[in-house]
Each structure stands twice: as structure tokens, then as C-alpha cells.
């Protein structure tokens, strides 16, 4: 497929390198902060607004990607400017982790009746660990993840734990203000997650629950969580567990001095890992070139970063409609199977079903460290797994970039499959077009229902009958 143009300036993959340098300098004389300003996309949550840094991703080179994405997980980690958001180092953030660290601890020094559980949905669920067994624990803390507060899954569980509270201790982690919490009512039910939300607020003043919603400003892709989202998650949780593991079995006393530390020591390897973005922009522009010849990406993974692969080739298909075999992964650590070929994901099932069927349009990244059989690469896996994230989110979002799987900033090859998405189309489609609400929405259930004229019984139908239509749809394309 080539690269989407617009604004009749051609194929943007022959932008010139003073179209780069005005790019460049535009995105670093816009302040970062604003997104924060009360009348930009004023009616957009933070997670679902537009990035004003990336605005033009679609038509930059390979190096220009990588440094806006530079700046654009450089917002995770800057401080508050004014009382509009609180950030990822907030000092409200810093306790707030702090408590639920000594709670964690707890758990830790008495597991036999206690229990931590990590829950959430795609994004969120992938970089949580989500433990089933809860029968028979006295205590337990819940610890439920949507980056956009909006999760049917995860506010059922912690409505669920809101009405026993003598076992569960609720905490949610998010992205958005709480007042930007989704306020539509869940399938078969009255209740919204805005009214979950309200209900921990209240009870967060007593220490009975706890809420870590700091702001890390838009995604570089508007929308995609599985970026900024995906890596605040990973580094709150981290900071949470890493903390309590050290009090309980080092006694190293929780602190604000020493989780401050912690979320810093990830400020350093952002930066670490960005001063290689030379080699950033050689991946990309590589795995760039594959997936416009129709080729393939590939991840070889082994040890602790192997898992980093699996996440991201998973979360390509959802992101940019891109296939399930267009980035593939493969994983040392498991064994063969026989269910199909969606979980041959093992090295030998690499070297048996894809090696032989190589070609010079595909493109295959090596996930490992070369300290592997080195002890001390415990310590230090953590750091090497965000800054693993990191490559892999840039090189797979900058490949499907320069594919054309992106306009602006906005995916445009994904399906509507549920409302989120269906009211995120919609917008989007307003967007571009200029046109009414009203007949953004009619183009899309024309798309979704393959119709020129709507009935009466499409009409009067809701969000999730249209959703449940359009996952029968393998795309449904705003071109």
C-alpha cells in the first residue's frame, strides 16, 4: 500500500530534509503542555486527544518519527505546570504509590491469606499479571488498569470490590483526570465507570482505596494506549512491587526519597535509550521498507525481553489493521503446539514454518541482552524491558506510518468493534470531513452494514448492535 498523501504535496516519503528541520523545530518550540489548555479538544479525554507534537507523523522520515515519539514519551515525565493535571512525578502520584507499596508489603510478609491481583483490558491487561485464584484469601488488593478509565471489565471488578470492601482493597490505575472517566452506562447495566470512579474518590480519603490517574499527555497516535499508556503502566507498577519486594525482604524502608528514585531511574533509561536513535531509525526505516513491499516483521525473542515482542507484534493487528501475520514473534521460552498456527510461537516453530518461506522483503529483529547468562541481569531486566518497549513501539508504529497506515495522527484502518472505538470513528470522521455529527455517523453504519440507504431497524438498533455488525467487517476504511 503507499504512503496516504494529502494537501496535494505528493508521496510524503520524498519529504525533503528542510521539511524534516521545519518539523524538527516546530515540535520543539510548541510547549508540551498544551494539551493541558482548557479549549483544546476541550471535549476529549487526555487518552483519546490528538498529539499537537505528531500532528504531521505521517509525513515525516524514518528520523523524524523516532524524535517525535522522543518528545512525545518525553511528556510522561514532566512536571505539573498548573493544577489542570497531575503527572507521573506529582507528588500526590509519588504518595499515593507509596501506599500502596505498604500495602503490597503486607501482603508479601503474610501470602497465606493475602493476595495482590492485577487486572485489565488489552493494553493494560497485557503488561498486568492477572492472578485467578481468590477463594479463601482474607485479604486482598485489587489493582485494576484502564489507561482511558473507560474499561466495562475493569469497573466491574472494582464495583465488585467496592461492595466487599472487608476483603478487597480497590486501586485504579489510569491515564485521564477522573472527571474525564467514561460516563456511558455498560452493556446491561446502569452502571458507568465515572460513578466507580466517584465511589473510590470518596473512599480514598479514608485509605480504603486508592487512585493513580496521573497524565502523561496524548498518545503519539491519537488514541493508541498501548505506547505512553502501556509504559506508565509498566513503570507505576514496577515502582509498586519492586518498592514492597525491598521492604519485605531487604529491609529497605518504603519512602517518597526512595520511589522517587525509582520512577527517575526510568527517566534515565528513556533518555539512554533515545540517545541510540540512530539505530531507532535504521530499525524503522527497515521494517518500514518490508511492510510496503509486503513483507513481514519478525521478532526472535529470548529470556525476559521475549515477552516485549509478543505484546507489541499482538497489539499491530488491532492498531493498524495490519493482519496477523504482518509482524510475527517467536519466543524461546515455550514449547511447541498443536492448537494451530496461531500459537506456533516457539523458536523451533520459527525455524520449521518461517525460516525456509524468507525472502529479502521481510525483516527479522533479535530480542536479547548480552548479559543473559549473567546473574546480574535481574537487576537490571526491568530497565531493559521498558527501553525494549520502547524501540518495539517505535519501530512497529513508524513502520505501519510509513506504510500509510496513519493519517495526521489518527489510525484509520481499524474496526469498530466496540463503542469506544465506534464513538472514536465517528469523531474522527467529523474531523476530516467537517460534516454534522448526525451524518458522520450515518456514513459509518452505511460502511458497517454494507448499505446505501438505512432501515428503520438499523436506526433504532444501539452501540452495541452496530458493534457487534462491524466485527463481521474485516475493515471498515476511512480513506
Given amino acids: 500500500m503507499p504512503r496516504l498523501k494529502r494537501d496535494g504535496k505528493g508521496d510524503p516519503a520524498a519529504s525533503s530534509k528542510s521539511k524534516d528541520l521545519l518539523m524538527v523545530w516546530c515540535q520543539a518550540n510548541m510547549p508540551h503542555y498544551v494539551f493541558q489548555s482548557p479549549d483544546y479538544?476541550?471535549?476529549?479525554?487526555?487518552?483519546?486527544k490528538s498529539n499537537p507534537l505528531t500532528r504531521d507523523i505521517d509525513r515525516a522520515s524514518a528520523n523524524c518519527i523516532v524524535q517525535m515519539l522522543q518528545a512525545c514519551d518525553a511528556q510522561m515525565f514532566q512536571e505539573e505546570t498548573g493544577a489542570t493535571y497531575q503527572r507521573l512525578l506529582s507528588e500526590q502520584v509519588v504518595e499515593t504509590l507509596m501506599e500502596v507499596a505498604q500495602r503490597?508489603?503486607?501482603?508479601?510478609?503474610?501470602?497465606?491469606?493475602?493476595?495482590?491481583?492485577?487486572?485489565?483490558?488489552?493494553?493494560?491487561?497485557r503488561m498486568a499479571f492477572l492472578i485467578t485464584v481468590c477463594e479463601g484469601k482474607k485479604r486482598v488488593l485489587f489493582i485494576g488498569i484502564?489507561?482511558?478509565?473507560?474499561?466495562?471489565?475493569?469497573?466491574?471488578?472494582?464495583?465488585?470490590?467496592?461492595?466487599?470492601?472487608?476483603v478487597y482493597t480497590p486501586v485504579l490505575v489510569g491515564f485521564n483526570p477522573a472527571h474525564q472517566a467514561?460516563?456511558?452506562?455498560?452493556?446491561?447495566?446502569?452502571?458507568?465507570?465515572?460513578?466507580?470512579?466517584?465511589?473510590?474518590?470518596?473512599?480514598?480519603?479514608?485509605?480504603?482505596?486508592?487512585?493513580?490517574?496521573?497524565?502523561?499527555?496524548?498518545?503519539?497516535?491519537?488514541?493508541?494506549?498501548?505506547?505512553?499508556?502501556?509504559?506508565?503502566?509498566k513503570i507505576l507498577l514496577e515502582v509498586v512491587m519492586s518498592a514492597a519486594h525491598a521492604a519485605a525482604f531487604a529491609n529497605t524502608p518504603i519512602t517518597y526519597k526512595g520511589v522517587?528514585?525509582?520512577?527517575?531511574?526510568?527517566?534515565?533509561?528513556?533518555?539512554?535509550?533515545?540517545?541510540q536513535s540512530e539505530g531507532m531509525t535504521a530499525l524503522l526505516e527497515a521494517a518500514g521498507q518490508s511492510l510496503r513491499r509486503g513483507?513481514?516483521?519478525?521478532?526472535?525473542?529470548?529470556?525476559?525481553?521475549?515477552?516485549?515482542?509478543?505484546?507489541?507484534?499482538?497489539?499491530?493487528?488491532?492498531?493498524?489493521?495490519?493482519?496477523?501475520?504482518?509482524?510475527?514473534?517467536?519466543?524461546?521460552?515455550?514449547?511447541?503446539?498443536?492448537?494451530?498456527?496461531?500459537?506456533?510461537?516457539?523458536?523451533?516453530?520459527?525455524?520449521?514454518?518461517?525460516?525456509?518461506?524468507?525472502?529479502?522483503?521481510?525483516?527479522?529483529?533479535?530480542?536479547?541482552?548480552?548479559?543473559?547468562?549473567v546473574s546480574e541481569v535481574v537487576k537490571l531486566a526491568r530497565r531493559w524491558e521498558l527501553s525494549t518497549k520502547l524501540v518495539l513501539n517505535a519501530v512497529s508504529t513508524g513502520a505501519h506510518v510509513l506504510k500509510g497506515k496513519i493519517y495526521h495522527n489518527h489510525m484509520i484502518d481499524v474496526q469498530a468493534t466496540n463503542s469506544k472505538l465506534y464513538c472514536r470513528a465517528t469523531r474522527l470522521l467529523q474531523k476530516l470531513s467537517g460534516c454534522p455529527q448526525s451524518q458522520c455517523e450515518e456514513a459509518l453504519l452505511k460502511a458497517i452494514y454494507q448499505v446505501d440507504k438505512l432501515t428503520v431497524d438499523i436506526t433504532s438498533s444501539d452501540i452495541n448492535t452496530h458493534t457487534r455488525a462491524a466485527r463481521n467487517r474485516t475493515k471498515v476504511r476511512m480513506h
Fill in 146 to 166: 484502564s489507561c482511558g478509565l473507560s474499561a466495562p471489565f475493569v469497573a466491574g471488578q472494582l464495583d465488585f470490590c467496592l461492595r466487599h470492601s472487608d
Fill in 41 to 48: 479538544e476541550p471535549s476529549l479525554p487526555v487518552s483519546e
Fill in 260 to 275: 522517587l528514585q525509582r520512577m527517575k531511574a526510568y527517566e534515565q533509561t528513556l533518555d539512554i535509550t533515545y540517545a
Fill in 295 to 373: 513483507g513481514r516483521v519478525c521478532y526472535l525473542g529470548w529470556g525476559s525481553l521475549a515477552v516485549l515482542g509478543l505484546v507489541d507484534a499482538s497489539e499491530c493487528d488491532p492498531t493498524f489493521g495490519a493482519g496477523e501475520r504482518s509482524v510475527m514473534y517467536a519466543d524461546n521460552t515455550v514449547q511447541n503446539h498443536t492448537q494451530g498456527p496461531g500459537f506456533c510461537i516457539a523458536h523451533e516453530d520459527f525455524l520449521r514454518l518461517v525460516l525456509p518461506s524468507l525472502t529479502d522483503k521481510d525483516f527479522v529483529l533479535l530480542l536479547y541482552t548480552h548479559s543473559d547468562d
Fill in 104 to 125: 503490597v508489603e503486607l501482603i508479601l510478609k503474610d501470602p497465606q491469606d493475602s493476595l495482590v491481583v492485577l487486572s485489565g483490558c488489552g493494553t493494560s491487561g
Fill in 182 to 233: 467514561r460516563d456511558e452506562p455498560m452493556p446491561g447495566s446502569t452502571l458507568t465507570f465515572r460513578s466507580v470512579v466517584q465511589r473510590m474518590q470518596a473512599l480514598a480519603k479514608s485509605h480504603k482505596a486508592f487512585l493513580l490517574n496521573p497524565a502523561v499527555g496524548p498518545e503519539a497516535i491519537s488514541g493508541s494506549s498501548r505506547m505512553k499508556g502501556g509504559s506508565a503502566t
